[in-house]
Nanobody
Framework: VQLVESGGDSVQAGGSLRLSCAASGDTWLVSNCMGWFRQAPGKEREGVAAIHTGGGDTERTFYADSVKGRFTISQDNAKNTVYLQMENLKPEDTAMYYC????????????????????WGQGTQVTVS
């Protein structure tokens, strides 16, 4: 599985960006999770948003408290792409953003944990000033 992020940029506070993560390989099993994570300099990588698909459920989304109401995760199965729409960006959103994929169901309480994901992209930089 290969994941390639794009869309990172430098923006002013209050601005918007849309990140994309294109997946290739053996993805999109019946049940899977895709997540967006970020890591700022000197800080640990943290979960930002995740989307769970499978098991007959409709897609379910999850967000870190710090981004609720500002970020939206979505996916286009036809394009094997996951998006992160980011609105009202703040300087504290500055980080390298990574997408990740897990070919299985992750418990809701663990879905933003980095150790639950198997595959990672190289990241795309978001800078908010």
């Amino acid at each position: 599985v290969q994941l390639v992020e794009s869309g990172g940029d430098s923006v002013q506070a209050g601005g918007s960006l849309r990140l994309s993560c294109a997946a290739s390989g053996d993805t999109w099993l019946v049940s899977n999770c895709m997540g967006w994570f970020r890591q700022a300099p000197g800080k640990e990588r943290e979960g930002v948003a995740a989307i769970h698909t499978g098991g007959g459920d409709t897609e379910r989304t999850f967000y870190a408290d710090s981004v609720k109401g500002r970020f939206t995760i979505s996916q286009d199965n036809a394009k094997n792409t996951v998006y992160l729409q980011m609105e009202n960006l703040k300087p504290e959103d500055t980080a390298m953003y990574y997408c990740a994929y897990a070919p299985r169901i992750i418990l809701d309480a663990q879905i933003l944990r980095t150790d639950r994901y198997f595959y990672w992209g190289q990241g795309t930089q978001v800078t908010v000033s």
